[in-house]
């Protein structure tokens, strides 16, 4: 038994001429096995949710200019907040890189296809079917501390299914990178985002079992006693960290993976300390311990010598570690653009500047855990997740940029991609940093109506409603020219970068089997190798 599937799937000339072609074409993109195309479904169905997200969170901005003034009816609001919550993580954050790994790792490690086709494509279909229970419920007055019964049934079944689409994609993609590799190429020696995507892929497989055995818990005494857990009204106090940091962080693994992936690239030459990127990579990783053990931890002053010291370790261990690895990727990034050797294009640039973002996103929240700050309970942790989940949308538009021309065979307008990233980054800073500074000043997370604060409220809540409109602008002016150019554009030729790594020695747009040989490397720069460039 074989976890990969080699063959072409076909449509016969019949069959095209029973129906009109566009349902074929449909039906072909629907049911495929090609893990290309299942990736790129899962970008796509991501960034329409995204609009979506976007939108609502908008709305609640605009409640909460004037909150002595309700807009919106007081049943609906925590429904939107709900829908904005979950929308930013397992619509946006979560999916995105995921479809990008299932795209492009088989690529890089010089497989023919993906490691178990169909469980990919059940990921897929598991999410998005997940992510419309949850919506449906939450409309249907479900969700936390929805006031229909079945609904908040339903919510949870749907919080559930979401997760299981999740596993089972990272699954897909865990087994890529550990047995389809090409001869060869070791662990050591695989790609710095193929890297990326085993390491994030195991954290995703590690921490969101954690919250399906919540849901189960939760939805048995639900349907039940509600004694043990609170009923509908506590949904959110066992499963909050669900929603949060730092479990957001699990998923943005992948994104700096990415962002080490092309800094060589745009460089022209090797990964200086491959080791280095690894390392920071791993740091990152190690957000997956917050996430499973589902709680935040706080450094506190208070107490003697001794426990001051083991507060600080904690706090260091479980919110600081994961910066560090940021921080030695973006650094060995910047390392690479040195002796003016650097070929900037846009695709790095907004990647770089979607993982400088996440930054903020993770710094925000480890003067979150900080005892004294008073800003626990505050719109300062939206602020960070907000900060962390577009800074994940915006390296996402970065990395499709950078790897769609393998997948497409034409290049998206550089001016197109400054452009449409520059509206998502100073729609990122409009939407997330006012509700920093709205923290300090005590605006309650999880209202929208009835708070009061000196303060320009008005200010920062404004500036926040423009934020979240600009990423909708970028967002859309991205899809437009992905659109246009993906299908119009500049040919991309097979290898538009100067790539290092496998999948720029496959044509463009990459046949279904991806290979027509496959390749034996010696090194983790095996294209690199073959155009005579030495360490």
Same mark, same amino acid.
């Not at 550990?178 to 085993?198: D, N």
């Not at 040989?517 to 294209?527: G, N, Y």
């Given at each position: 038994?074989?976890?990969?599937?080699?063959?072409?799937?076909?449509?016969?000339?019949?069959?095209?001429?029973?129906?009109?072609?566009?349902?074929?074409?449909?039906?072909?993109?629907?049911?495929?096995?090609?893990?290309?195309?299942?990736?790129?479904?899962?970008?796509?169905?991501?960034?329409?949710?995204?609009?979506?997200?976007?939108?609502?969170?908008?709305?609640?901005?605009?409640?909460?200019?004037?909150?002595?003034?309700?807009?919106?009816?007081?049943?609906?609001?925590?429904?939107?907040?709900?829908?904005?919550?979950?929308?930013?993580?397992?619509?946006?954050?979560?999916?995105?890189?995921?479809?990008?790994?299932?795209?492009?790792?088989?690529?890089?490690?010089?497989?023919?296809?993906?490691?178990?086709?169909?469980?990919?494509?059940?990921?897929?279909?598991?999410?998005?079917?997940?992510?419309?229970?949850?919506?449906?419920?939450?409309?249907?007055?479900?969700?936390?501390?929805?006031? /229909?019964?079945?609904?908040?049934?339903?919510?949870?079944?749907?919080?559930?299914?979401? *997760?299981?689409?999740?596993?089972?994609?990272?699954?897909?993609?865990?087994?890529?990178?550990?047995?389809?590799?090409?001869?060869?190429?070791?662990?050591?020696?695989?790609?710095?985002?193929?890297?990326?995507?085993?390491?994030?892929?195991?954290?995703?497989?590690?921490?969101?079992?954690? $919250?399906?055995?919540?849901?189960?818990?939760?939805?048995?005494?639900?349907?039940?006693?509600?004694?043990?857990?609170?009923?509908?009204?506590?949904?959110?106090?066992?499963?909050?960290?669900?929603?949060?940091?730092?479990?957001?962080?699990?998923?943005?693994?992948?994104?700096?993976?990415?962002?080490?992936?092309?800094?060589?690239?745009?460089?022209?030459?090797?990964?200086?300390?491959?080791?280095?990127?690894?390392?920071?990579?791993?740091?990152?990783?190690?957000?997956?311990?917050?996430?499973?053990?589902?709680?935040?931890?706080?450094?506190?002053?208070?107490?003697?010598?001794?426990?001051?010291?083991?507060?600080?370790?904690?706090?260091?261990?479980?919110?600081?570690?994961?910066?560090?690895?940021?921080?030695?990727?973006?650094?060995?990034?910047?390392?690479?653009?040195?002796?003016?050797?650097?070929?900037?294009?846009?695709?790095?640039?907004?990647?770089?500047?979607?993982?400088?973002?996440?930054?903020?996103?993770?710094?925000?929240? *480890?003067?979150? /855990?900080?005892?004294? *700050?008073?800003?626990?309970?505050?719109?300062?942790?939206?602020?960070?997740?907000?900060?962390?989940?577009?800074?994940?949308?915006? $390296?996402?538009?970065?990395?499709?940029?950078?790897?769609?021309?393998?997948?497409?065979?034409?290049?998206?307008?550089?001016?197109?991609?400054?452009?449409?990233?520059?509206?998502?980054?100073?729609?990122?800073?409009?939407?997330?940093?006012?509700?920093?500074?709205?923290?300090?000043?005590?605006?309650?997370?999880?209202?929208?109506?009835?708070?009061?604060?000196?303060?320009?409220?008005?200010?920062?809540?404004?500036?926040?409603?423009?934020?979240?409109?600009?990423?909708?602008?970028?967002?859309?002016?991205?899809?437009?020219?992905?659109?246009?150019?993906?299908?119009?554009?500049?040919?991309?030729?097979?290898?538009?970068?100067?790539?290092?790594?496998?999948?720029?020695?496959?044509?463009?747009?990459?046949?279904?089997?991806?290979?027509?040989?496959?390749?034996?490397?010696?090194?983790?720069?095996?294209?690199?190798?073959?155009?005579?460039?030495?360490?």
């Amino acid at each position: 038994m074989t976890t990969i599937e080699t063959h072409a799937q076909a449509t016969t000339a019949s069959q095209r001429d029973a129906v009109p072609q566009l349902l074929v074409g449909i039906a072909d993109w629907v049911s495929s096995s090609d893990h290309k195309k299942i990736g790129r479904l899962f970008v796509a169905l991501s960034w329409l949710l995204a609009l979506g997200t976007a939108v609502v969170a908008a709305l609640i901005g605009i409640e909460r200019i004037t909150p002595s003034t309700a807009l919106i009816d007081a049943d609906a609001a925590p429904q939107l907040l709900a829908i904005f919550r979950f929308g930013l993580v397992y619509a946006v954050l979560a999916p995105t890189f995921v479809g990008i790994a299932i795209a492009v790792a088989p690529l890089q490690v010089g497989a023919r296809s993906i490691a178990f086709p169909r469980l990919a494509q059940l990921g897929l279909w598991l999410w998005i079917t997940g992510v419309a229970t949850v919506i449906i419920s939450i409309l249907g007055n479900g969700g936390p501390a929805g006031g /229909n019964s079945d609904m908040v049934d339903l919510y949870l079944l749907g919080l559930a299914v979401t *997760a299981a689409g999740l596993i089972a994609a990272a699954t897909s993609a865990v087994v890529t990178v550990l047995t389809a590799r090409t001869a060869g190429m070791s662990l050591e020696r695989a790609p710095l985002f193929s890297w990326s995507a085993l390491a994030g892929g195991f954290a995703i497989i590690a921490s969101l079992p954690v $919250a399906i055995g919540t849901v189960a818990y939760i939805y048995v005494d639900h349907t039940y006693s509600r004694v043990a857990f609170g009923g509908n009204y506590a949904v959110n106090d066992h499963l909050g960290w669900s929603l949060t940091q730092p479990l957001t962080f699990v998923f943005v693994v992948m994104a700096v993976g990415a962002l080490a992936d092309m800094g060589p690239v745009v460089s022209g030459g090797r990964q200086p300390l491959r080791g280095g990127a690894l390392a920071g990579i791993g740091l990152v990783t190690t957000a997956v311990l917050g996430a499973v053990t589902q709680s935040q931890h706080v450094l506190t002053w208070t107490g003697s010598a001794g426990d001051k010291i083991q507060s600080l370790i904690t706090f260091a261990f479980f919110n600081l570690l994961p910066v560090l690895g940021v921080l030695v990727v973006l650094a060995l990034g910047a390392l690479g653009a040195k002796s003016g050797k650097i070929r900037p294009n846009a695709a790095f640039a907004v990647t770089f500047l979607g993982v400088s973002m996440i930054l903020v996103g993770m710094l925000g929240n *480890a003067l979150l /855990n900080v005892d004294g *700050a008073d800003l626990i309970g505050t719109v300062f942790e939206e602020g960070a997740t907000v900060y962390v989940a577009y800074g994940t949308l915006l $390296a996402g538009l970065g990395a499709m940029a950078f790897w769609g021309p393998k997948l497409w065979g034409r290049k998206i307008a550089d001016k197109k991609v400054f452009g449409a990233g520059a509206l998502v980054l100073l729609g990122t800073v409009l939407a997330a940093f006012p509700q920093y500074i709205a923290g300090f000043q005590g605006q309650p997370n999880g209202a929208v109506a009835s708070f009061d604060y000196d303060g320009p409220i008005s200010l920062w809540n404004g500036a926040s409603v423009a934020g979240h409109a600009l990423v909708i602008l970028g967002l859309l002016a991205f899809i437009g020219a992905a659109v246009a150019d993906f299908r119009s554009g500049e040919h991309a030729g097979d290898d538009p970068w100067n790539g290092h790594t496998l999948e720029w020695a496959t044509p463009s747009p990459a046949p279904i089997d991806n290979f027509s040989e496959l390749a034996s490397v010696a090194s983790a720069e095996p294209v690199l190798d073959s155009k005579g460039v030495s360490a």
